[in-house]
T-cell receptor, first 111, second 116 residues
Framework: GQQLNQSPQSMFIQEGEDVSMNCTSSSIFNTWLWYKQEPGEGPVLLIALYKAGELTSNGRLTAQFGITRKDSFLNISASIPSDVGIYFCAGRPNGNTPLVFGKGTRLSVIA | GAVVSQHPSWVICKSGTSVKIECRSLDFQATTMFWYRQFPKQSLMLMATSNEGSKATYEQGVEKDKFLINHASLTLSTLTVTSAHPEDSSFYIC????????????FGDGTRLSIL
């Protein structure tokens, strides 16, 4: 089945640094979603993207839907300790298909 | 915003027991609900997709007789793990969305199932 390549797998950063992670696909997606998951909880939606080239912000988070429709990135600016968690990208090839998930990026923030 | 409620959050039971997990969309009507399974340090693995009033569509390798899914209303889907065994221990997460328009997919808080 379809797969998303998410990188990096893990990151250790200092508080205050900016973070960037991305996902790529071998096929075209028409929806990209970014989620954050903390231990023992379900994923929480951060940003949803529905249009190629779309750039959307949510506080310190910014995500973009790649022009080719085969990639997306998520940036976190001025990281803080509560940013710790696993970030998942997810994409949908068309309106009725289930989401395909990346393998996640585990973010650790050192105070 | 949209909320998906999942219950129970944690279950411990003996091998051979059947366990039912409920997933409710609290402030929207979910035409489609999804059930995922997640092992430690891994991504979410889709088990099945259920549409209200119809049979669930199971992913390859997921036993439909083992994991019974019922989506009886637009706000409730249930997953029953029948005759659970230790290898069924996992984190089960439900998700819901409305199919019309650009609607994101929201997730419940998950159910940690431990079979002794």
């Amino acid at each position: 089945g379809q797969q998303l390549n998410q990188s990096p797998q893990s990151m250790f950063i200092q508080e205050g640094e900016d973070v960037s992670m991305n996902c790529t696909s071998s096929s075209i997606f028409n929806t990209w979603l970014w989620y954050k998951q903390e231990p023992g909880e379900g994923p929480v939606l951060l940003i949803a993207l529905y249009k190629a080239g779309e750039l959307t912000s949510n506080g310190r988070l910014t995500a973009q839907f790649g022009i080719t429709r085969k990639d997306s990135f998520l940036n976190i600016s001025a990281s803080i300790p509560s940013d710790v968690g696993i970030y998942f990208c997810a994409g949908r090839p068309n309106g009725n298909t289930p989401l395909v998930f990346g393998k996640g990026t585990r973010l650790s923030v050192i105070a | 915003g949209a909320v998906v409620s999942q219950h129970p959050s944690w279950v411990i039971c003996k091998s051979g027991t059947s366990v039912k997990i409920e997933c409710r969309s609290l402030d929207f009507q979910a035409t489609t609900m999804f059930w995922y399974r997640q092992f430690p340090k891994q991504s979410l693995m889709l088990m099945a997709t259920s549409n209200e009033g119809s049979k669930a569509t199971y992913e390859q390798g997921v036993e439909k007789d083992k994991f019974l899914i019922n989506h009886a209303s637009l706000t409730l889907s249930t997953l029953t793990v029948t005759s659970a065994h230790p290898e069924d221990s996992s984190f089960y997460i439900c998700s819901a969305r409305v199919l019309t328009g650009h609607q994101p997919q929201h997730f419940g808080d998950g159910t940690r199932l431990s079979i002794l």
